[in-house]
């Protein structure tokens, strides 16, 4: 059972920055893809950045140039650096891993920015 754990969100001003953090717990195909998505209310989930085992990136466009996502292997966590945030930005994110024919979600986290 693979179990993802977020943290780093938060309130921040216009202009702010924040990362999040996802740590992963179990077994995970070497080849896998680990992203970043996000929802606001009344609105449908989207993607906002992913990473693939063999390095390759996608972010939203809503998001490019002002959004890192990186991974760090030894500890099995995905981040994703979000600077220059904006009110429209402001959703709950949540963590997806998807590991051969499985897909895990983490519980979310908060992000609300003010302007």
């Known amino acids: 059972q693979v179990h993802l754990v977020e943290s780093g969100g938060g309130s921040v001003q216009a202009g702010g920055s924040l990362r999040l953090s996802c740590a992963t717990s179990g077994r995970i195909f070497s080849f896998n893809t680990m992203g970043w998505y996000r929802q606001a209310p009344g609105k449908q989930r989207e993607l906002v950045a992913s990473?693939?085992?063999?390095?390759?990136?996608t972010y939203a466009d809503s998001v490019k140039g002002r959004n890192t996502i990186y991974r760090d292997n030894a500890k099995n966590t995905v981040y994703l650096q979000m600077n220059s945030l904006k009110p429209e930005d402001t959703a709950v994110y949540y963590c997806?891993?998807?590991?051969?024919?499985?897909?895990?979600w983490g519980q979310g986290t908060q992000v609300t920015v003010s302007s």
């Open positions: 997806k891993v998807a590991s051969g024919p499985y897909v895990y």
């Open positions: 990473n693939t085992s063999g390095n390759t990136t």
